[in-house]
Structure formats: structure tokens, C-alpha cells
């Protein structure tokens, strides 16, 4: 069990445009979950915390006006990069929160964007 | 944002020989856990620590929550070339569902 999926796992879009990434847990319900970015040989940094039904809570730095993050049931939440730019380009990865029993997250497999 | 910093950076070891690397925080955690991470995956998790002093293992591995609750380490015994990969600590301050705070990495290579 809890099991985390991502999709698309890579995408490939033009400057300008806009990309939506989908966290799911597909076998228990998520209360919370965590998108996060990584570049390249570097660590993960935490980019905001969803609750299902409020307004996500961004890290010093992030602009929620540009990571749109919507956690609309307990088993989706999403992550809009929106008017993406090459500098953009980076692994966002989820995690989720909330296995009856269990006080670990659980982490997706990962969305590689690139930007060009 | 925060980071921990986790040392070795990379290293490069033989199949069977143990690792050993750790990570400090300039504050103090509650929960510390050690993740590993596959190229072009998400992170999974090898151990968690909640106790200061704790030493836990996981099959060869080994990781202690160090008692000042501002550091740790994780031990690997007789590595083996699936060792391969990233390996990543994360302190958590309260609750189980807050945030993670990630170490900087240290990269392991085994050569057989």
C-alpha cells in the first residue's frame, strides 16, 4: 500500500506556456501533501504544504501566483507552472501524508520538466 | 530555505566495505530520517529516528538520532553495487505531518 503516482512523469513544453503536474495517492487519502523541487545534483527543496480544501502554504521564495497548487480531494492534488521559463526546467516531486496507521510520507516517482 | 549538511559529499567505495556519513543541523529537529533516491525517482525511505540517543537498524543499515537532536548518522554494512544512489537526511520539528527539511546529499558509487 500507499502508493504515490506523478503524471506526466516528463514534459517537454515552450517558454510562455503553461504545464500542470498531478500528484495522486491511489490507495489511501492524502490530508496533506508537499510538492517539492530538485535541480540537478542538488537536494530537494520544499516548495509549499496543501491541506485538501484550503489554500496551500508557500516557502519563502516561491510565488504562488506562478505554482498554482490546487488539493481539491484527498487523493489529488495538482501543480500549475504557469508562463514556464527555461529556468523553470527542474524534477518537482510530491509527497503525501495522511496512511491510516503510518506517520511517513510517501513520495511520488517525480515529473521531470523542461522548459525550452 | 534550510538545509542540512550531510558529509561525505560523494564517495566511492568497494563492494563489501561499509559506509559510514552523517548530517548536522544548525537547530534541532524531532523526527530525523534517512531517504535514498534512484536516478529519475522519488525518494524512499530507510529509516526513521524520534528518540534522541535512538539507534535503529534496517537490515545492513544502521542510523542513530544524535543526542544534542542536531545531528545523525547512518551506517551501511557490506555495501553492494544496488547501495548505488543518493542518499538523503531530513529533519522534521513537530507533528507528523509537517514539513521536511532535506540534507544536501551524499552520492554513493560502489565499484566491485
Known amino acids: 500500500g500507499a502508493v504515490v503516482s506523478q503524471h506526466p512523469s516528463r514534459v517537454i513544453c515552450k517558454s510562455g506556456t503553461s504545464v500542470k503536474i498531478e500528484c495522486r495517492s491511489l490507495?489511501?487519502?492524502?490530508?496533506?501533501m508537499f510538492w517539492y523541487r530538485q535541480f540537478p545534483k542538488k537536494s530537494l527543496m520544499l516548495m509549499a504544504t496543501s491541506n485538501e480544501g484550503s489554500k496551500a502554504t508557500y516557502e519563502q521564495g516561491v510565488e504562488k501566483d506562478k505554482f498554482l497548487i490546487n488539493h481539491a480531494s484527498l487523493t489529488l492534488s495538482t501543480l500549475t507552472v504557469t508562463s514556464a521559463h527555461p529556468e523553470d526546467s527542474s524534477f518537482y516531486i510530491c509527497?503525501?501524508?495522511?496512511?491510516?496507521?503510518?506517520?511517513?510520507?510517501?513520495f511520488g516517482p517525480g515529473t521531470r520538466l523542461t522548459v525550452l | 530555505g534550510q538545509q542540512l549538511n550531510q558529509s561525505p559529499q560523494s564517495m566511492f567505495i568497494q563492494e563489501g566495505e561499509d559506509v559510514s556519513m552523517n548530517c548536522t543541523s544548525s537547530?534541532?529537529?524531532?523526527?530525523w530520517l534517512w531517504y535514498k533516491q534512484d536516478p529519475g525517482e522519488g525518494p524512499v525511505l530507510l529509516i526513521a529516528l524520534y528518540k534522541a540517543g535512538e539507534l535503529t537498524s534496517n537490515g545492513r543499515l544502521t542510523a542513530q538520532f544524535g543526542i544534542t537532536r542536531k545531528d545523525s548518522f547512518l551506517n551501511i554494512s557490506a555495501s553492494i553495487p544496488s547501495d548505488v544512489g543518493i542518499y538523503f537526511c531530513a529533519g522534521q520539528l513537530t507533528g507528523t505531518a509537517s514539513k521536511l527539511t532535506f540534507g544536501t546529499g551524499t552520492r554513493l558509487q560502489v565499484t566491485l
Open positions: 509527497s503525501a501524508w495522511g496512511l491510516a496507521g503510518s506517520n511517513e510520507q510517501f
Open positions: 537547530s534541532i529537529f524531532n523526527t
Open positions: 490507495d489511501f487519502q492524502a490530508t496533506t
